[in-house]
């Protein structure tokens, strides 16, 4: 059981890695080159690097799911709203601001009422 939650959060953090990564190669690509040139452009290690880490959530949660129940399962997928809000703001300079805040804070408000039972 101890390892569905350890890949449960590992889902998190794999998806959250691959949105950050997609991030940082999606502001490198030039729209304005052709298709041939753009479509060259997204062999990135930034763009090929998030797309690995998208890939892996998905097999990382489908291994949880043998060990527990969906709805708790489910609810681990809040926790990458979060992570994305934090990391945005650490590794990209995004900005946080108040009604991040508030939702992170409702986000785990109810995964805390969701999981207590």
């Not at 190669?25 to 080159?33: C, E, T």
């Not at 609810?75 to 992570?83: K, R």
Request: glycine share 8%; aromatic share 12%.
């Amino acid at each position: 059981m101890i390892r569905a939650y350890a890949a449960l959060l590992l889902m998190v953090l794999m998806n959250t890695l691959g949105q950050i990564l997609v991030k940082k190669g999606a502001v490198q690509l030039d729209l304005h080159l052709g298709w041939k040139k753009f479509l060259k452009s997204l062999y990135t290690p930034y763009l090929i690097g998030g797309v690995l880490a998208v890939v892996l959530g998905p097999l990382l949660y489908m291994y949880a799911l043998t060990e527990v129940e969906l709805n708790v399962a489910y609810s681990f997928s809040g926790l990458t709203y979060l992570s994305v809000v934090i990391s945005g703001h650490l590794l990209l300079h995004e900005r946080i601001t108040y009604y991040h805040i508030a939702g992170s804070l409702a986000i785990l408000a109810g995964l805390t009422v969701w999981n207590i039972a």
